[in-house]
């Protein structure tokens, strides 16, 4: 498999990538974390990708104080001086001129060819196992036209193509992927539009209207719903998913993602304050509740469900069934804080929501 279209010198920018993902999408996969969002999710796990540009890691807890930062980017480094945010003048260079990994740089320009370049590494995996490429972020649509030309990649390439979105980007953008998109991850939040921007920062309106566009269109479409408890699993929300797939009997499932806290040191390391302080992650009692509200629903009780796997395993353990319409429980987050400090192809992670 290799690409040779006419769009290999386009750029965008990437946040990481991710070889041999399990919970992006069918089969085996490589997921492509693009930088910028259009929300900013109380929960989010990976805040790095809501900026659309590049941005540092910072660990004081592995910073030697050597001043190597410093000096590369052009500031006096005085014994015992650290890396300072406020005036660094060039992150890119100071994070090269770290010994010990305190500093990262996240997001980082690659054009398709390279893009493709370890995406294609994989595709014996991807013909084995019915997997693929998958665009995840941040909200992949915030470079449109850079997520369109991979996509166009991997379908000449004969990889199969997935998108993981938020919904929030107008109907024009999911127009020009939707010829090149075999699955669409669709993310459905909250319910009652103005706690959906409470929590996320704006309304569901467009996403909602987006959804019903893409169903129109006969694109395959599955729901993935990020519940915290407390937070945005109220009876109403868990009726409106109901109502959802009543509303669209063509959905391929519904995929429930828990909160759990491994994103949370990721906060620190931007210089962040985290919007959910010591947050506890969801439980197995609070899956279980979730189960049991679901199921219970009549809307849902008219549409087959299958239950997957438990948090921690890999989609695509459990049996699969001819089912319209089911539920799924994966991970809201598996990319481990620790894998940000390892090369893009070492990272375990999973989407971002």
Request: proline share 7%.
């Amino acid at each position: 498999m290799s690409y040779a279209g006419p769009s290999t010198d386009a750029c965008g920018v990437v946040d990481d990538l991710l070889r041999f993902s399990l919970h992006d999408g069918p089969g085996i996969r490589t997921t492509v974390f693009l930088k910028g969002c259009p929300l900013r999710c109380c929960w989010c796990h990976n805040p790095e990708s809501q900026r659309h540009t590049a941005e540092v890691f910072y660990r004081s807890d592995i910073c030697r104080r050597c001043g190597s930062c410093r000096r590369a980017c052009g500031q006096p480094a005085s014994p015992g001086a650290s890396f300072d945010r406020e005036t660094c003048r060039d992150i890119a260079a100071a994070a090269t001129a770290c010994p010990t990994g305190a500093l990262q740089l996240v997001g980082r320009e690659w054009t398709v060819a390279q893009v493709m370049h370890e995406v294609t590494k994989d595709a014996d995996y991807y013909r084995s196992s019915g997997g693929g490429l998958t665009l995840s972020g941040g909200e992949p649509l915030m470079q449109v036209s850079f997520a369109a030309a991979l996509f166009d990649a991997g379908r000449r390439a004969g990889i199969h193509t997935c998108l993981d979105t938020c919904g929030v980007v107008p109907w024009e953008s999911f127009a020009a992927v939707l010829p090149l998109v075999d699955l669409f991850l669709f993310d459905y939040k909250e319910t009652h539009p103005q706690r959906h921007r409470e929590l996320a920062g704006q309304d569901n309106r467009l996403l909602l209207q987006n959804l019903d566009r893409l169903c129109e269109a006969g694109a395959a479409v599955r729901l993935r719903c990020p519940l915290v408890p407390g937070i945005n699993d109220s009876p109403e929300h868990l009726a409106g998913i109901a109502r959802l797939c009543e509303q669209h009997p063509t959905l391929q499932g519904v995929e429930l993602m828990p909160f759990h806290r491994s994103g949370a040191p990721r906060y620190e390391h931007l210089g962040r304050e985290d919007p959910l302080p010591g947050y506890p992650s969801a439980s197995e009692e609070d899956i279980a509740r979730w189960h049991a509200a679901l199921t219970a629903l009549p809307a849902m009780s008219r549409t087959p469900l299958e239950f997957g796997p438990e948090r921690s395993k890999a989609r695509g353990t459990s049996p699969r069934s001819s089912d319209s319409s089911r539920i799924e429980v994966s991970p809201l987050c598996t990319r481990s804080p620790g894998a940000a400090w390892r090369t893009n192809s070492s990272k375990t992670g999973g989407s971002g929501m």
